[in-house]
């Protein structure tokens, strides 16, 4: 890790607005794409007694309706349009999304702070190659969050990614949200942003299935809400859950913030 130029540690949502201030880039839009393939979760001997019984749960929630192809074509598709428009993408490190963004991302040529990845200490020794090779390309930042402790209902891995997630929806200059496929994770996401960004658009993209379908129609136990608060303020209904142009919703979603190509 050491050898990454563009990483930075951040301990809240404040330092890391400072940092924003510093690097000149709080002044660009920026958007948060909120992004998973779901895949089978395992049992680990870090989780508690709740969430080993959550485990089985979510993956006869998520996995039957995962679309892992129409995940891959929205993250590279909004990945690019983003980009094009000078807009600041900022994202989670997620195994399965990097390399999408990265491939996305490889003949862009994007000035410095484009993709903010954020990661969580508790994971330093093991994030991708992936997301490696974003944090060291001169486009993208890596900023890292503290480990946070267990606690008797969450394990520090739980809590270190709540925090991660707290700390990476907090940028004065989001101007709204992308929800893509995913697994609780997304859903914590969404939950988080819409308490922190009230006024701000938010678009589940329920043709990629799983998370983004529930939090689109509306079954969502982290962030009840269904199409009024997933749909952005007047992106076509059609497009977020059965159209497959993933570019075209993309630049319909960054028109509908009010974003114009540069």
């Known amino acids: 890790m050491s050898a990454i130029p563009h990483k930075s540690f951040v301990k809240d949502a404040h330092e890391l607005s400072k940092r924003l201030v510093v690097s000149d880039s709080a002044s660009r839009p920026a958007i948060l794409l909120s992004a998973s393939v779901p895949t089978r979760r395992q049992a680990t001997p870090d989780m508690t007694k709740q969430e080993l019984a959550n485990v089985e749960r979510s993956n006869v929630r998520y996995l039957p309706s995962a679309r892992p192809l129409q995940i891959r074509s929205a993250v590279m598709e909004i990945t690019k349009a983003a980009l094009m428009r000078n807009v600041q993408l900022i994202f989670g490190a997620h195994p399965a999304i990097s390399p999408m963004v ?65 700390i990476m929806v907090s940028p004065p200059n989001l101007r709204g949200a992308i929800f893509v496929g995913g697994m609780e994770g997304v859903e914590e996401e969404a939950k988080l942003f819409k308490r922190e960004h009230r006024n701000l658009p938010c678009y589940a993209v329920a043709s990629t299935g799983s998370a983004a379908a529930d939090l689109f129609f509306g079954e969502s136990k982290l962030a009840p809400g269904g199409q009024d608060q997933f749909a952005g303020r007047g992106v076509e209904p059609d497009l977020l859950t059965s159209g497959t142009s993933y570019s075209l919703l993309a630049r319909e979603i960054l028109a509908d913030m009010g974003i114009s190509p540069v």
Not at 116 to 137: R, V
Not at 146 to 161: F, G, K, T, V, Y
């Open 102 to 166: 990265l491939d996305a991302a490889r003949n862009t040529e994007a000035p410095p702070d484009s993709i903010l990845i954020f990661q969580s200490e508790f994971f330093e020794k093991i994030i991708p190659g992936s997301t490696l090779e974003l944090a060291d390309w001169s486009a993208g930042r890596l900023f890292l969050t503290p480990q946070q402790p267990a606690e008797l209902d969450h394990s520090a891995r739980h809590n270190s990614l709540t925090l991660m997630r707290s």
